[in-house]
């Protein structure tokens, strides 16, 4: 299983980007995906995710800015982020809780992408 993602890039404060995560390979069923961010030095933090049964969530720090989508038929999912502050610069980092053909149950990542917020 992979995931691969794109979308990354320097914006101005207050602009928008759109990430895309990609899950490819042996797939059964995607349990959960979800975006997370990690500044150097600094713990991995969840962004936003949703499960298979509907449910998302979301960071404080990000709720009323960003969206997390998902295009199932494509197993991708995508954050949207609006207003983006400096604060938001890391490496998006997406996730996925994927079970696959063989029944085996895998927390896959992707390579990440960088997110830069800087005037």
């Known amino acids: 299983v992979q995931l691969t993602e794109s979308g990354g890039g320097l914006v101005q404060p207050g602009g928008s980007l759109r990430l895309s995560c990609a899950a490819s390979?042996?797939?059964?069923?995607?349990?959960?995906m979800g975006w997370h961010r990690q500044i150097p030095g600094g713990e991995r933090e969840l962004v936003a995710s949703?499960?298979?049964?509907?449910?998302?969530n979301y960071a404080d720090s990000v709720k009323g800015r960003f969206t997390i989508s998902k295009e199932s038929a494509k197993n991708t999912v995508y954050l949207q982020m609006n207003s983006l502050k400096p604060d938001d610069t890391a490496v998006y980092y997406c996730?996925?809780?994927?079970?696959?053909?063989?029944?085996?149950?895998?927390?896959?990542w992707g390579q990440g992408t960088q997110v830069t917020v800087s005037s």
């Open positions: 996730s996925g809780d994927i079970t696959t053909t063989t029944y085996i149950r895998v927390d896959a």
């Open positions: 390979g042996s797939i059964f069923t995607i349990n959960a």
């Open positions: 949703f499960t298979r049964g509907g449910n998302i």
